[in-house]
């Protein structure tokens, strides 16, 4: 398996640290408001890279953190009235609903920035005691909670994004920097709005960034802790670097994130871990964005799509499809165009799956799916994902196995009258169609979008797909019910009885009780 390196500009060879195992630690919300369909897309790209890791055989530790306190959590729960924490419990139990709708993996760990305060100053503490941080104190030598991080002191500063490097990058990258928050660009960035912290005249060097901070005079008092520098709160960089410490020590082999974080958060973050004595993490991954006519998506530029309202729109598996429709570091054009595209493949994946099952009599079981590793899926399909994750050509492997799927079924259909693959026969037909079904469900499934899955199968994808179907059975049986009533009422008891039998047929349980008549399926 080969991955992109950002540090590195390179596409190289996956080793993970700890043979057989992985650790993954992806740059969650911030919880300060509802999440839109650009947010979402960087946890819909590194699921699908998990998923990867899982069907190779990797146990896989995936960490995903909640930012739940900064100054725009704090300042918009001031103008709202609200509890600040209570703010941003609100907007995490949103985060969470939208990735669970949209089959997102929970994650192994999900640490919140306000359950690591000591993990934080201890980290402080260490970069400090090793000369890269200074406590600022005011005229009178009283600690002011302020402290900073002295990138003069920390020569391997700029390394993640190349910022002493003179010579040319590869293309995706220079796409980025095009697009993104440019390494050379300070100041009015409004992909990355400047901490107001990193303002202070009180800085020894410009490029010196807060790992704590004393509080405003607005903060509430119990957003504010007590350390060894002063009272205040965290800086923005320092919550990653002390919970991927907790939690992946010994095995940190992928940091992720949209492509937005990689300056200045990431690069601050590298600096301030391997300052502290601490490792970083073997290679850097980052997501592109999702765009809207070709301009970064997001609330600051008032085109963010709130996922909620998409769902309303939308399936659930047919957003989901649209997110990771293209390879993780491209970028994801998101228009009516693109949903369509997703719908119109969700509806040849439910053909081809409905129409083998009827004609093998079966449906393979999701024990069955989940069983199948990598080394039993097509080819061109490991290829493509072992190519750093090219999803756009995995799926391209899935319909051509889709397409060899309807063919068969077609031959059986019509008793080979219409086949023409000469090596089928009566006998060989079910169980090549029963293969195919089986690897178009397993890679289907290793990109999160196996229909007969959860949460597909139990109304997370209400707006299509499988609940859809299960809502107009409910109201079909509910209105033979209803049928069934009538003919009671006018005596009619053949009719009655003929309504009950046939459902009975199909399956469907009837019991009559004193508030009327429910059903069941058997």
Request: charged letters at 25%; a negative charge.
């Amino acid at each position: 398996m080969k991955l992109y390196d950002t540090a590195t500009h390179e596409v190289s060879r996956f080793e993970p640290i700890q043979p057989g195992k992985v650790g993954m630690y992806v740059c969650g919300a911030t919880v300060q408001s509802s999440p839109h369909i650009g947010h979402i897309r960087a946890g819909v790209a590194f699921d699908i890279i998990r998923r990867w890791f899982l069907r190779l055989g990797y146990r896989v530790t995936f960490i995903r953190n909640v930012t739940d306190i900064d100054d725009k959590i704090l300042d918009k729960a001031a103008a709202a009235g609200q509890r600040w924490w209570a703010r941003a419990y609100h907007y995490e139990q949103e985060f969470t609903s939208a990735y669970e709708q949209l089959g997102v993996l929970p994650p192994t760990y999900e640490p919140r920035a306000t359950g690591h305060i000591m993990d934080m100053i201890h980290l402080i503490a260490r970069i400090i005691d090793n000369g890269h941080a200074y406590v600022v104190r005011d005229e009178n030598g009283e600690l002011t909670g302020d402290v900073y991080f002295d990138v003069a002191s920390w020569p391997h500063y700029g390394e993640l994004t190349h910022q002493k490097q003179t010579t040319e990058v590869d293309e995706a990258a220079a796409v980025a920097d095009r697009m993104g928050p440019s390494v050379d660009a300070a100041g009015e960035d409004k992909y990355n709005p400047v901490d107001p912290a990193d303002l202070s005249e009180d800085k020894r060097d410009p490029r010196d960034f807060a790992l704590w901070k004393r509080p405003k005079a607005t903060d509430p008092a119990d957003a504010r802790w007590k350390t060894p520098f002063g009272t205040g709160r965290p800086g923005w960089h320092i919550e990653c670097s002390a919970m991927s410490y907790r939690y992946l020590d010994g095995m940190f082999d992928i940091h992720g994130g949209g492509l937005d974080l990689r300056f200045p958060h990431h690069e601050n973050e590298m600096a301030q871990t391997r300052a502290a004595g601490y490792r970083t993490a073997n290679r850097w991954m980052h997501s592109a964005w999702v765009t809207a006519k070709g301009e970064k998506m997001s609330k600051s530029l008032g085109n963010g799509l709130s996922v909620p309202v998409v769902l309303k729109e939308h399936s659930a598996w047919v957003v989901r499809y649209a997110l990771g429709s293209v390879q993780y570091r491209s970028m994801l054009e998101w228009s009516d165009q693109t949903l369509a595209e997703a719908q119109a493949a969700y509806d040849r994946i439910m053909n081809f799956i409905e129409h083998a099952a009827e004609a093998l009599g079966e449906q393979p079981s999701r024990e069955e799916i989940t069983g199948v590793s990598a080394d039993d899926l097509p080819v061109d399909f490991v290829a493509a994902m072992n190519d750093d994750v090219n999803v756009s050509r995995a799926t391209a492997a899935i319909f051509t196995q889709v397409r060899a799927g309807n063919s068969i079924v077609a031959t059986i259909e019509t008793n080979g009258r219409c086949g023409t693959d000469d090596t089928l026969t009566p006998e060989n037909a079910g169980p090549r169609l029963r293969s195919i079904l089986v690897q178009v469900r397993a890679m289907l499934d290793t990109l999160g979008l196996d229909p007969l899955a959860e949460p597909w199968v139990s109304g997370g994808d209400e707006a299509g797909g499988a609940s859809a179907a299960q809502d107009a059975l409910a109201r079909l049986i509910d209105a033979q019910l209803e049928a069934r009533a009538a003919a009671r009422k006018a005596k009619d008891f053949a009719a009655a009885d003929k309504i009950r039998d046939d459902l009975t047929a199909l399956g469907i349980t009837i019991e009559d009780g004193p508030n009327g008549s429910t059903w069941s399926l058997d």
